[in-house]
Nanobody, 125 residues
C-alpha cells in the first residue's frame, strides 16, 4: 500500500502559477501511475492530469490543457503538477491518486486506488 501526501497549494493571484507536489510514503511511487484531481464546493470531482509509471504518457483535462504540466521524479518518490495562468475557476482542493496497474487513453480518468488528503488552491482576482 502507498500513502500519498500533497503539498504546494496556497493563495495565488489570477495569472500566477503554482507547483503542486505528491509525495509517496510506503511503496515506491514508480509502481503506480498517478493522477491529479480537484474538487470545489458544489461541484463534482474533476480530472486534472495523469502520468504513467515511467512518465512517458501524460493526459490532461480540458480545463487545464495547455497551461499545466505533470511530471515525476521516481528517484524522489514525487509527482509534480505545474499550473500556470491560474484563474478563479481553478480554486479547489487538489488530490493526487495512485492506480494499481497501467493507464491508457481508455482508463486514465477512473479506477484510482489510493488517495491523498489534498491541498487547497485558492485563486484571487
Amino acid at each position: 500500500q502507498v500513502q500519498l501526501v500533497e503539498s504546494g497549494g496556497g493563495l495565488v493571484q489570477a495569472g500566477g502559477s503554482l507547483r503542486l507536489f505528491c509525495v509517496a510514503n510506503g511503496r515506491a511511487l514508480d509502481n503506480y501511475p498517478i493522477g491529479w484531481f480537484r474538487r470545489s464546493p458544489g461541484k463534482e470531482r474533476e480530472f486534472v492530469a495523469a502520468i504513467s509509471r515511467s512518465g512517458g504518457l501524460t493526459y490532461y483535462g480540458d480545463s487545464v490543457k495547455g497551461r499545466s504540466f505533470i511530471s515525476r521524479d521516481n528517484a524522489k518518490n514525487t509527482v509534480y503538477l505545474q499550473m500556470n495562468s491560474l484563474n478563479p475557476e481553478d480554486t479547489a482542493r487538489y488530490y493526487c491518486a495512485a492506480k494499481v496497474g497501467d493507464i491508457s487513453r481508455n482508463n486514465y480518468k477512473t479506477g484510482y486506488d489510493y488517495w491523498g488528503q489534498g491541498t487547497q488552491v485558492t485563486i484571487s482576482l
